[in-house]
């Protein structure tokens, strides 16, 4: 029974934005029992959430970030609700940090929104979203585009996240041979190898490119089918139509794929009636000269309870991985994410600092941008080091890698090409000093020991000694371009 019948109403005109009440006329009324009240589900339960909201985050945060949010379009028929932000770098923000809590008070409020999407604005006046419910009286012709629209729609049709292009995948050295290969098997028309198989730790970019993947194929492909899921997913619609004796039709789903999508497919460890269906999905997708692409967080070779012949298909097409990004990667991703961040003002020893401190993942890296850009909007300051240390003190601190003076003290011996014995002997010639000088400064810099704890390690230097390296050092740079090269190279040597 439609929601619109269970409560006796039809909404054939528009509500408003913003939570207020729309203007009453003779269309927006309801007419149930001969009582006239004003129609207003959307309207108050979006009251309702807002109000919730700025109770749990608080009124700064509601007031810069989740008050401008306004109504959007809802297709009742797929039960799909918009939220309209003032611009692209709102709705991403939202969407990030409050989707899936939007999400669970849109359905917790009112059944009939399956789906809540954060959107932006489009520039220009547009006219008035309206509340669309399937078979109920219109003024508009079934021909119509805002008619018809629902039923064009495939519910079944993977949704890739528009973020996630070839385009906006920064390539370096890291992910160089994942991103070619992905490249040429979704758009090439012939292809050399199948199952292209992607690995790489977290955050590392594996679902961008598996997302790119859809969007590029598609494009070069027109009406092609395309399956995307994890290999959780996989599991569970398995046991579900095991569970409900519709396990022909999941096979034919997936095997009749164009294009068939597996993310992080560790997760089928240990699952061997899963585990017998995916490999025999595998083989049709092959032999049938359709395109697999799969994706872990480990090489074939080190997954764990995964049946040999698994492996052994998987390693028989291409097998690309991702490393970690090192520092001119993360740099670069950093410039091109601001980019994408109209209205941010970043100095480059803010850029520097970020690409040499968040190490672990892109992800962590990317999400700790938008932390600064939106802490930096609310709080009206300026973005330098001494801020990005304020907000990002936790990341910070997950991300420090423990550099020890020894490895300072090697690291330095090697790129100036002395004996590692000479960092703590009596020597005061140039060619020796100097390196020592440099890698007491990278030691105050790089590590958590005291001055005395230093001059220790240097021979039992005292820590005045140590200072005035420290001094020495930094006059240097500032005179001496090949000398701050030198530094520069070893402290990403050194946090890479």
């Known amino acids: 029974m439609r929601f619109a019948q269970r409560h006796g109403f039809v909404w054939s005109k528009p509500y408003s934005r913003g939570g207020r009440k729309p203007v009453q006329g003779r269309d927006d009324v309801l007419r149930q029992g001969g009582i006239e009240q004003v129609a207003g589900p959307l309207e108050a339960a979006w009251e309702t959430i807002r109000a919730n909201l700025k109770r749990d985050c608080g009124?700064?945060?509601?007031?810069?970030?989740?008050?401008?949010?306004?109504?959007?379009?809802?297709?009742?028929?797929?039960?799909?609700?918009?939220?309209?932000?003032?611009?692209?770098?709102?709705?991403?923000?939202?969407?990030?940090?409050?989707?899936?809590?939007?999400?669970?008070?849109?359905?917790?409020?009112?059944?009939?929104?399956?789906?809540?999407?954060?959107?932006?604005?489009?520039?220009?006046?547009?006219?008035?979203?309206l509340l669309i419910l399937e078979d109920t009286p219109s003024e508009e012709p079934a021909s119509s585009p805002s008619a018809s629209a629902g039923a064009k729609r495939d519910p079944s049709a993977p949704k890739f996240d528009p973020r996630y292009t070839f385009d906006s995948f920064v390539i370096g050295k890291a992910n160089e041979v994942a991103a070619t290969a992905a490249k040429t098997l979704a758009g090439s028309d012939r292809v050399g190898f199948n199952p292209l198989f992607i690995h790489g730790g977290t955050g590392r970019g594996k679902t961008h490119l598996l997302h790119a993947i859809g969007h590029s194929f598609l494009d070069a492909h027109p009406g092609a089918k395309v399956v995307s899921m994890s290999a959780e997913k996989f599991m569970v619609e398995f046991v579900r139509a095991l569970r409900e004796n519709d396990t022909i039709g999941f096979k034919q789903r997936l095997r009749n794929a164009d294009l068939l999508l597996i993310d992080d497919v560790q997760f089928i460890a240990g699952?061997?009636?899963?585990?017998?269906?995916?490999?025999?999905?595998?083989?049709?997708?092959?032999?049938?000269?359709?395109?697999?692409?799969?994706?872990?967080?480990?090489?074939?070779?080190?997954?764990?309870?995964?049946?040999?012949?698994?492996?052994?298909?998987?390693?028989?097409?291409?097998?690309?991985?991702?490393?970690?990004?090192?520092?001119?990667?993360?740099?670069?991703?950093?410039?091109?994410?601001?980019?994408?961040?109209?209205?941010?003002?970043?100095?480059?020893?803010?850029?520097?600092?970020?690409?040499?401190?968040?190490?672990?993942?892109?992800?962590?890296?990317?999400?700790?941008?938008?932390?600064?850009?939106a802490y930096a909007m609310m709080t009206g300051r300026d973005i330098d080091v001494a801020f990005v240390e304020e907000v990002l003190a936790n990341v910070l601190r997950a991300n420090?890698?423990?550099?020890?003076?020894?490895?300072?003290?090697?690291?330095?011996?090697?790129?100036?090409?002395?004996?590692?014995?000479?960092?703590?002997?009596?020597?005061?010639?140039?060619?020796?000093?100097?390196?020592?000088?440099?890698?007491?400064?990278?030691?105050?810099?790089?590590?958590?020991?005291?001055?005395?704890?230093?001059?220790?390690?240097?021979?039992?230097?005292?820590?005045?000694?140590?200072?005035?390296?420290?001094?020495?050092?930094?006059?240097?740079?500032?005179?001496?371009?090949?000398l701050d090269a030198d530094i520069r190279l070893l402290q990403r040597q050194l946090e890479g």
Not at 95 to 122: C, K
Not at 468 to 480: F, G
């Open 59 to 129: 009124a700064r945060t509601f007031d810069g970030w989740l008050k401008p949010a306004t109504l959007g379009d809802f297709d009742a028929e797929q039960g799909i609700l918009d939220i309209v932000m003032p611009s692209q770098f709102m709705a991403d923000w939202v969407r990030s940090h409050f989707g899936d809590r939007l999400q669970l008070a849109w359905t917790s409020a009112l059944p009939i929104v399956s789906e809540v999407r954060v959107v932006a604005d489009a520039t220009g006046p547009k006219p008035s979203p």
């Open 271 to 373: 699952k061997d009636s899963t585990q017998e269906e995916f490999f025999h999905t595998m083989n049709e997708i092959i032999n049938a000269g359709r395109r697999l692409v799969i994706t872990s967080d480990r090489a074939p070779q080190d997954l764990d309870g995964i049946a040999p012949r698994i492996l052994s298909r998987l390693s028989w097409g291409l097998v690309a991985d991702i490393n970690p990004a090192d520092y001119e990667l993360r740099l670069n991703i950093v410039r091109t994410k601001l980019d994408a961040l109209p209205g941010v003002e970043m100095p480059p020893a803010v850029i520097e600092f970020l690409a040499r401190r968040i190490t672990n993942s892109i992800r962590e890296l990317e999400g700790a941008l938008n932390r600064i850009a």
């Open 400 to 482: 420090q890698r423990r550099i020890s003076i020894d490895e300072i003290q090697t690291q330095v011996a090697e790129h100036f090409r002395i004996r590692k014995a000479e960092m703590t002997s009596a020597r005061r010639a140039r060619d020796v000093a100097r390196p020592r000088q440099v890698a007491m400064y990278l030691s105050k810099q790089l590590t958590p020991k005291s001055l005395p704890d230093i001059g220790r390690r240097f021979g039992g230097r005292d820590h005045t000694t140590v200072i005035h390296a420290v001094k020495q050092i930094e006059r240097l740079r500032a005179a001496d371009a090949e």
